[in-house]
């Protein structure tokens, strides 16, 4: 029986050909590449479809948000950030602190109080006459403008004596910004 299939395959082949052979091995190696990557494919294709539709009808469920309470609610957040004029002492404390351990004298400053228009901000501008020399008085305004967030500093006028002194006069400029809700 076996050498009969034998037999029989050898003519086959001898009538057909190896070309036709080929050929049936390559249609054979696509079926069975169709049924070993395209189908998991597709089956893992309409997986991740059907998850993108629970995904939408979830997503249609949840109500969106006020965008006028958003807003609202991070302008809050953001007022929030400033603190409240009665703190200015303990801010202004710091002040002095910084300058005193980074070795620079501060002569008596001026403070003015400015509320903002059409903010919910106000500004205490400083006016602060400081003496030291170039490295201090930059390592003071380095760290107090770390340290204070809320801090900025307008502007910075630098003065020397001499040409040679060491110690130089400056005029800071800050504005502390506080909640005035």
Do not use: C
């Amino acid at each position: 029986m076996i050498s009969e299939i034998r037999h029989w395959l050898r003519r086959l082949v001898r009538r057909v050909g190896w070309g036709a052979w080929a050929t049936l091995a390559v249609i054979a190696a696509a079926v069975l590449l169709q049924l070993g990557f395209a189908v998991p494919a597709r089956q893992k294709v309409a997986q991740l479809q059907d998850q993108i539709r629970r995904q939408a009808l979830s997503a249609r469920q949840i109500r969106p948000q006020d965008p006028v309470a958003s807003a609202s609610a991070e302008l809050d957040k953001f007022y929030r950030f400033f603190p409240l004029p009665p703190a200015t002492a303990d801010l202004l404390r710091q002040v002095y602190a910084e300058a005193a351990r980074h070795g620079v004298a501060v002569d008596r400053g001026d403070y003015q109080y400015a509320p903002e228009n059409g903010l919910a901000l106000a500004r205490y501008r400083m006016n602060l006459p400081v003496r030291g020399d170039y490295r201090q008085i930059k390592a003071f305004v380095a760290a107090i403008l770390d340290a204070q967030p809320n801090l900025s500093l307008d502007s910075i006028r630098f003065t020397r004596e001499q040409v040679g002194a060491q110690a130089i006069e400056a005029r800071l400029q800050f504005s502390l910004w506080v909640d005035n809700r």
